[in-house]
């Protein structure tokens, strides 16, 4: 009993801690800045954090690819591209931290970031247990946004998706408690100000674009404080857009909807909590091709940071397989990137060449073999496409 008594002061204790981080995490968005404007910024520095795995490799051909697209602005010394090592499993490990200090550091001078893959140790792997380095950055940088573009034409599938970012499962994920042997507990919070103005920012999404349809996707009924938080929150600020209709789906009707064709092409804007936004967005990749077709914007309103959805593909690396890798993943993201820093035309090049390439003319395909291209020659396939003059009435044409 009294071995009882102890477990339970100590799981107060560090309950007590976690409300208290909570409540000053509320106090530091209730008083959060405006967002940056990246025309008053000269240069602009553009991070390059490779990763693990395929990372570095994918990375750098996407690197190439932007580094063509702007060369003039390079050129005139208004872009910078900024290459940041260390941001490795091997380092992590060696500091048992998500992101070393000094990475951390220089990733917090650059104003967006183009990053790679990084592993994510569970238990049993060989490296300690260290908080995952993608979420340690969202929460750093706090990247509140992740924005998840899928798109399949002939299905009518156009779908954007905004997935919480920095609450939920996931932003005490590391911090749940042992409480007994048998008695392990984990945490989720969700804050007003956290779901506002991620919902907002999915309406504003819409609006702007002219999509009459916004979705909120929650399990409400069943975790009825913090997603019910959400949906009311959700409630309020579809108040303030009146021309733009909206829905509440439960998230494992919603799954199974995304794979209904009388349905998917209905949604067009998903607001949801960071795990559902997690779970849901690589089904939608897969439907798309596969999540290595997919990129990732994560947003904040200081910082960006721009990464592939798939993992590091160790066995690749292990059977020496690098060079094969998909760079399509890491190129949208650059895409993403040069749209969101105001290259728009940039970046809707970008989006036509590798539209062309992987869904239309399909002249070069990688398989992750050697009976494929390699990442750098599908890279280069690209590049050729977005130096092609007719480009856009070619992708007009594959339109009709
Ligand atoms: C993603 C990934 C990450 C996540 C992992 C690697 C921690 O699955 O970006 O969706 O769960 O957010
Ligand atoms: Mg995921």
Same mark, same amino acid.
Not at 47 to 53: F, I, Q, S, Y
Not at 205 to 211: F, Q, S, T, V
């Given at each position: 009993m009294t071995e009882n008594n102890e477990a339970i002061e100590k799981a107060k204790e560090h309950f007590g801690e976690i409300v208290k981080e909570q409540l000053e995490r509320v106090e530091v968005m209730k008083s959060w800045q405006d967002w940056i404007d990246y025309k008053e910024l000269d240069p602009i520095i553009i =991070?390059?954090? +490779? =990763?693990?795995?395929i990372g570095p490799m994918i990375c750098e051909h996407a690197k190439n690819v932007l580094e063509f697209l702007l060369k003039d602005e390079v050129e005139k010394g208004r872009i910078e591209f900024r290459v940041i090592e260390g941001l490795t499993i091997e380092n992590r490990a060696k500091v048992v931290k998500a992101i070393p200090d000094d990475v951390l550091e220089e990733i917090k001078k650059c104003h967006v %970031?183009? #990053? +790679?893959?990084?592993?994510?140790? #569970?238990? +049993?792997?060989?490296w300690p247990n260290i908080e995952s380095a993608n979420v340690s950055m969202r929460r750093e940088l706090d990247l509140f946004a992740c924005v998840r573009p899928v798109k399949v034409p002939e299905k009518g599938i *156009?779908?954007?998706?905004? $997935?919480e970012n920095t609450e939920g499962a996931y932003v005490l994920g590391s911090k749940g408690v042992d409480v007994t042997d048998d008695l392990a507990i984990d945490f989720k919070v969700i804050t007003t100000q956290g779901s506002d103005r991620i919902i907002r920012l999915a309406f504003d999404? @819409? #609006? #702007? /674009? /002219? %999509?009459n349809r916004v979705t909120v996707v929650t399990k409400a009924n069943v975790v009825k404080t913090t997603d019910g938080k959400f949906l009311q929150v959700a409630e309020k600020v579809a108040k303030d857009y009146p021309e733009v209709e909206w829905d509440d789906w439960f998230i494992d009707i919603m799954a199974a909807k995304l794979i209904d064709p009388a349905r998917a092409s209905q949604? $067009?804007?998903v607001v949801m909590p960071n795990l559902y936004g997690d779970i849901l967005t690589d089904e939608a990749a897969q439907i798309q091709g596969g999540v290595g077709t997919a990129g990732s914007a994560n947003i904040g309103k200081r910082y960006a940071m721009f990464e592939a959805i798939h993992g590091t593909a160790p066995r690749m690396v292990e059977e020496g397989r690098s060079q094969y890798a998909d760079p399509s993943s890491m190129i949208k993201c650059g895409a993403m990137l040069l749209n969101h820093i105001g290259y728009n035309e940039e970046s809707k090049r970008l989006d036509m060449a590798l539209e062309i390439c992987s869904q239309y003319e399909r002249k070069i395909k990688l398989t992750g073999r050697? *009976?494929? @291209?390699? =990442?750098?020659?599908? @890279?280069?396939? %690209?590049?050729d496409r977005v130096k092609d003059p007719d480009l856009e009435n070619k992708w007009q044409k594959y339109q009709e």
């Open positions: =991070g390059v954090v +490779g =990763g693990d795995g %970031i183009l #990053k +790679g893959p990084t592993t994510t140790p #569970k238990t +049993g792997d060989p *156009d779908w954007m998706f905004f $997935r999404y @819409a #609006k #702007k /674009n /002219n %999509i949604f $067009r804007v050697s *009976d494929g @291209a390699t =990442g750098e020659e599908y @890279a280069q396939y %690209i590049m």
